[in-house]
């Protein structure tokens, strides 16, 4: 029966795989780099802050530090599916626009192999791409005329990752990930002039994403008067040189703009009446991911309070990356964050508010990108709610993020969002041996 469903647990992770990678995203600071990375964990963590680092529980699936995995029962299996929405509204000082999305976020679940050894398998968007930016501009020569540039991406790496993790001695536990990143980046750069006596200059960049990475996490985890806890992490994420593909074209086209043809339109299914002059070349390319180090701490008080936070630190200023960009540099990427979660009375037997778990957190990104000499900031506050179900064990958990990022001085973009995430983490014992039947 074990078997049966793991081999059915299998199977709706492989056919899942294609959900992910239509995950959507609009945001102009994905045109740096490989878009918008997401490493705040499941909606768990993110209620939060985004803890994972120090993060241990024995209820929960935390991939972004594998040495956690081995905290569950070792007659255990947990399984956990969510999904993720956002609210934007983006704003210059020129102009503003809303963006919503509502996409599938994660599936994953973990069992124990032997009573110190635990793994784990999963998949989840690692990073989006999706900006669609127009600029506009007088043409000096011609008095009548302006000139557009429109520049627009769209894409992703999905994540999946095969964890295992292991007690070494009571109170220390390793683990390592085995992660491989897949997916593509398209970008689109046009230049154009509003006379339908012009031509439109097109560069289209499509670039296809596979690589083999790894993980390594440690723990170690103590108790104060058998009442309190604490937990120490630490947190290695290795450099990646991804193995691709570029794709490119050059294309000069009759000017269609002025016929309401938007350039991704005219490429998927160009008309005959338009003049075309194209250029193809396909080269390989080394898009590049510095290693990443992570620290946590979080201590508390059993079945009742946990406090933690974590820092995280990533060096991007000597990667690879072309940056396109006039006036744009990338740096050192950190984040801090900051949460709890508080449960007043796990075992109540007559409150059920009180078995809930009531979580909330902060975050401070100072992310890799920094435009105009202004780097690009991000920060929010969070809080979510977990709602137990028939085991204690099993539960319903809402999250909601409430953020920032950007600014509009400097003739940068600012975002203000709202992210919600919902996911259902199922625990069940499947490694009891019955003595009756």
Same mark, same amino acid.
């Given at each position: 029966m074990i078997k049966k469903h793991l081999f059915i647990l299998g199977i709706i992770a492989l056919t899942s795989i294609n959900l992910f990678s239509q995950?959507?995203?609009?945001?102009?600071?994905?045109?740096?780099?490989?878009?918008e990375i997401d490493r705040n964990g499941f909606n768990n963590s993110r209620a939060m802050g985004g803890l994972s680092t120090g993060l241990r529980k024995d209820n929960q699936i935390n991939y972004l530090n594998p040495a956690a995995i081995s905290a569950q029962d070792?007659? @255990?299996?947990? +399984?956990? #599916?969510?999904?993720?929405?956002?609210?934007?509204?983006?704003?210059?000082?020129s102009a503003s626009t809303e963006f919503n999305d509502f996409s599938f976020d994660h599936l994953a679940f973990s069992f124990p192999i032997k009573r110190w050894w635990f793994t784990s398998l999963g998949v989840m968007p690692y990073s989006k791409i999706g900006y669609n930016i127009h600029q506009t501009e007088d043409f000096a020569p011609v008095d009548t005329a302006n000139i557009h540039y429109v520049y627009y991406g769209n894409?992703?790496?999905?994540?999946?990752?095969? @964890?295992?993790? +292991?007690? #070494?001695?009571?109170n220390i536990s390793f683990g390592f990930n085995v992660n491989y990143l897949f997916g593509s980046k398209e970008q689109y750069n046009q230049v154009y002039l509003d006379s339908k006596d012009s031509y439109s200059t097109i560069e289209e960049d499509n670039t296809s994403l596979k690589k083999m990475t790894y993980d390594l996490g440690l723990q170690y985890y103590n108790n104060i008067a058998?009442?309190?806890?604490?937990?120490?992490?630490?947190?290695?994420?290795?450099?990646?040189?991804?193995?691709s593909t570029k794709k490119s074209n050059v294309i000069m086209a009759e000017n269609y703009n002025i016929y309401d043809v938007n350039v991704i339109d005219y490429l998927v299914n160009p008309l005959s009446k338009f003049d075309t002059i194209s250029s193809s070349v396909t080269t390989n390319s080394n898009i590049e991911i510095p290693a990443k180090y992570s620290v946590g701490f979080t201590t508390g008080i059993k079945d009742k309070l946990v406090l933690g936070f974590d820092y995280t630190y990533q060096d991007w200023s000597n990667t690879n990356i072309t940056i396109t960009t006039e006036n744009s540099e990338l740096g050192v990427d950190e984040n801090f964050k900051f949460g709890l979660e508080y449960t007043p009375n796990k075992f109540s037997l007559k409150n059920y508010y009180k078995k809930i778990n009531y979580r909330a957190g902060l975050y401070l990104n100072n992310s890799y990108i920094k435009i105009n000499n202004?780097?690009?900031?991000?920060?929010?506050?969070?809080f979510g709610l977990g709602f137990p179900i028939s085991n204690q064990r099993t539960s319903l958990n809402f999250s909601c993020t409430l953020g920032k990022r950007g600014a509009t001085n400097n003739n940068l973009i600012e975002e203000n969002y709202t992210a919600i995430g919902i996911n259902l983490t199922l625990y069940d014992f499947w490694f009891i041996k019955r003595k009756f039947q």
């Open positions: 995950s959507v995203t609009n945001s102009p600071y994905t045109r740096f780099g490989i878009g070792t007659m @255990s299996f947990i +399984f956990d #599916i969510g999904v993720n929405g956002i609210f934007k509204n983006m704003e210059s000082n894409g992703g790496i999905t994540q999946l990752y095969l @964890s295992n993790s +292991f007690k #070494i001695y009571d058998d009442k309190y806890f604490y937990v120490i992490g630490i947190n290695y994420s290795s450099k990646v040189n991804f193995n202004e780097q690009i900031k991000n920060y929010g506050i969070t």
